[in-house]
C-alpha cells in the first residue's frame, strides 16, 4: 500500500511511541523520535517531513520548546500537540503562542487523531505543491483560480472544513461566496447531509424569532423557508448557508 506522506511522532514513553507508530504505520512513512533534542535531529536528517505528532510534557526539552525551534527551522510544518495532561495547559495561550495545527488530548478516540494527522499531511501537502491543490480545486470544488489569493482560499477550505468552527463569509456580490460555502459544506463531517442555500435578498423584514443556529427561524412568508414550517435545523440537516447575513439581527449574528 502506497504511503501518503512522512510524519514524526516525539514522546518520551516508549509504549505511546510503539502504539502510535502501529496506528500509522500503514498510512506513512513513521519516524519516531524519544526526546526534543531527538525530534530536532530527526528534523535535520528528514527534509521531507508532513506533519510532526508532538508530547508537551517531557523532560529535558518540553514539547513546547521543541515546537518553538521547528517553527524556526521549518515554519510551514504542521505541529500537533498530543499530551496526556491537558488540565496542565490552557489551549487558548498555546494556540496565540506556538499556533498548532491541532491540540488533541491523549484521552480522546484514536480516529481523532488519525483524522487530525491525515488533514494536517493534506494540507502541508497542498501548500508545498501548487499543481496539486489547483487541481484539487477544480476538481472537488468546481473552481479555477490559480492566483496565490485563490490558493491561500483553497487552503482555508481544507483547514476549516473538517472541523466545527462557525464560518462566515464575506465578499461582494459575484465573489462567489456560495462556491466557497458549497466547498467548506463538501469537506465537513456533514457532507452527506442536504446543505440549506437560504437568501433574505427579497426579503425587507426578516423575522429572526429564535437567536440560535440550531433552529433558526426565519420569515414565514410563502416561499421562504425551505422545510416550508419557517424553521431550520441544522445540526440534522447539514449546513446553513444564507446570504444578506447583514440583514440579521445582532444575537443571531453573534450565535452564528
Not at 502501529?22 to 506533519?51: C, I, N, R, W
Not at 444564507?242 to 440579521?248: I, M, Q
Request: glycine residues 6%; charged residues 25%.
Amino acid at each position: 500500500m502506497a504511503k501518503t506522506g512522512k510524519i514524526l511522532i516525539v514522546d518520551d514513553d516508549p509504549l505511546v511511541l510503539q502504539a502510535l507508530n502501529q496506528t500509522f504505520l500503514d498510512d506513512y512513512d513513521v519516524v519516531m523520535a524519544a526526546s526534543g533534542p531527538e525530534a530536532l535531529q530527526a528534523l535535520d536528517k528528514h527534509g521531507d517531513l508532513d506533519t510532526v505528532v508532538l508530547d508537551i510534557k517531557m523532560a529535558r526539552m518540553d514539547g513546547l520548546a521543541t515546537a518553538c525551534r521547528i517553527r524556526e527551522i521549518n515554519p510551514e510544518l504542521p505541529v500537533i500537540f498530543h499530551t496526556g495532561y491537558p488540565g496542565d495547559y490552557s489551549e487558548r495561550e498555546i494556540d496565540a503562542e506556538h499556533q498548532p495545527f491541532d491540540y488533541v488530548g491523549k484521552n480522546e478516540r484514536p480516529a481523532r487523531l488519525q483524522r487530525t494527522v491525515r488533514n494536517a499531511v493534506f494540507m502541508h501537502r497542498l501548500k508545498t505543491s501548487s499543481s496539486d491543490l489547483i487541481e484539487l480545486a477544480r476538481r472537488e470544488y468546481g473552481m479555477v483560480g490559480r492566483s496565490r489569493l485563490m490558493r491561500d482560499v483553497y487552503q482555508k477550505i481544507e483547514k476549516i472544513g473538517p472541523t466545527d468552527n462557525k464560518v462566515m463569509i464575506l465578499g461582494p456580490t459575484g465573489a462567489g461566496k456560495e462556491l466557497v460555502a458549497r466547498a467548506i459544506h463538501r469537506r465537513s463531517r456533514r457532507s452527506e447531509a442536504r446543505r440549506w442555500p437560504f437568501s433574505t435578498a427579497t426579503t425587507k423584514r426578516p423575522i429572526w424569532s429564535k437567536a440560535n443556529c440550531s433552529d433558526i427561524c426565519v420569515d414565514r412568508s410563502p416561499g421562504r423557508s425551505p422545510t416550508g414550517s419557517g424553521c431550520l435545523n441544522t445540526p440534522t440537516v447539514g449546513p446553513f448557508f444564507s446570504t444578506r447575513s447583514a440583514t440579521w439581527t445582532s444575537p443571531l449574528r453573534a450565535n452564528c
